[in-house]
């Protein structure tokens, strides 16, 4: 490289054609790649952008209109993505005020598997809270006290889900524990007033 800086331009020309002859073909076939690279990323990215507004503006239309044939589209056309958990969570609560507690609980369950990682996951969240208050409404704690325990990392309200689960099988030392657990994670003083009370009245239950 210095003899290069250091050569004529006459010479510098001429080492410059020779590497042209020599390596043209090998710097064609790279430049042509780049070209593809950079063409077909632009093109992957406005195709996802395309497609993520698509499925937005179908879940924008699904929550204005309060039907199901913009819900239906999501669900049929891309079910992994996270605007179909949402229409999920939303015909979940739908059909839990209808009365229909068995299809809502499908509904969550399948949310959750969706959602299933080791970090945590505010919509696996979401469906693991909805499926513990339907489990509690049905006096099947036992199911209850399974689906919170399938997280790590329990919030205040799953915690006080819990121990009203484990209330309701008369395990008040497990109750008492995790109202206290959800006690010290609450920074609502309405929610802690009222886990305040669920303790209280514990407190003249014979502690396992």
């Known amino acids: 490289m210095a003899n290069f800086f250091s050569a004529s331009q006459e010479e510098q020309q001429e080492i410059l054609l020779t590497f042209w002859d020599k390596f ?11 070209i593809l690279f950079i063409s077909g990323r ?6 996802t952008n395309e497609e993520d507004l698509l499925k937005a503006t179908l879940y924008q239309t699904y929550l204005e209109s309060d039907g199901q044939n913009d819900g239906k589209i999501l669900l049929d056309s891309y079910p992994d993505s996270i605007y179909s958990d949402f229409v999920r969570l939303n015909e979940a609560k739908k059909s839990f005020l209808n009365g229909n507690n068995e299809d809502a609980i499908s509904l969550l369950q399948l949310v959750m598997t969706n959602n299933d990682t080791n970090k945590f996951n505010p919509i696996f969240a979401s469906a693991q809270t909805r499926l513990a208050k339907i489990y509690l409404e049905d006096k099947n704690y036992a199911s209850a006290i399974a689906t919170l325990d399938n997280s790590e990392e329990l919030t205040s309200t799953m915690l006080e889900l819990k121990g009203d689960a484990e209330n309701g099988l008369g395990e008040y030392q497990s109750a008492r524990t995790s109202y ?3 006690l010290q994670n609450s ?13 209280s009245d514990l407190e003249g239950e014979n502690l396992e």
């Open 24 to 34: 043209k073909y090998l710097i064609i076939v790279g430049l042509i790649a780049i």
């Open 180 to 182: 206290m657990l959800a």
């Open 42 to 47: 632009d093109y992957f990215v406005s195709s």
């Open 187 to 199: 920074t609502n003083q309405a929610s802690r007033a009222l886990i305040n009370m669920k303790i």
